[in-house]
């Protein structure tokens, strides 16, 4: 079992910076993939970033790449989301989850999700 927290969301102007948290329960962190996911209003849940267990590799959706950064500290069990050139259309929950399978942006690949972290980009 792994539980998720996220922090650091919050208000902030378009074209600036946020870091997202997610510290994770357990001693098993290392063995997931862990994935970012966000759902605005009337949405469905869509894929961000991923990062692998080791945090050698990430991949992106097309919306974000260039702007986000996933990256992990498997010491300190926690996955994080560097925010930058933030566009209103980033405004949405943003989530953490954890999972076993790589390279798939399907929300059904990851068994364990964080409560979120709401994200609001004003213009």
């Known amino acids: 079992q792994v539980q998720l927290v996220e922090s650091g969301g919050g208000l902030v102007q378009a074209g600036g910076s946020l870091r997202l948290s997610c510290e994770a329960s357990g001693r098993t962190f290392s063995r997931y993939v862990m994935g970012w996911f966000r759902q605005a209003p009337g949405k469905d849940r869509e894929f961000v970033a991923a990062?692998?267990?080791?945090?050698?590799?990430?991949f992106y959706s097309d919306s974000v790449k260039g702007r986000f950064t996933a990256s992990r500290d498997n010491a300190k069990n926690t996955v994080y989301l560097q925010m930058n050139s933030l566009k209103s259309e980033d405004t949405a929950l943003y989530y953490c989850?954890?999972?076993?399978?790589?390279?798939?942006?399907?929300?059904?690949?990851?068994?364990?999700w964080g409560q979120g972290t709401q994200v609001t980009v004003s213009s």
């Open positions: 990062i692998s267990w080791r945090g050698d590799s990430t």
């Open positions: 989850a954890a999972g076993t399978e790589w390279g798939t942006i399907s929300t059904r690949a990851y068994d364990y």
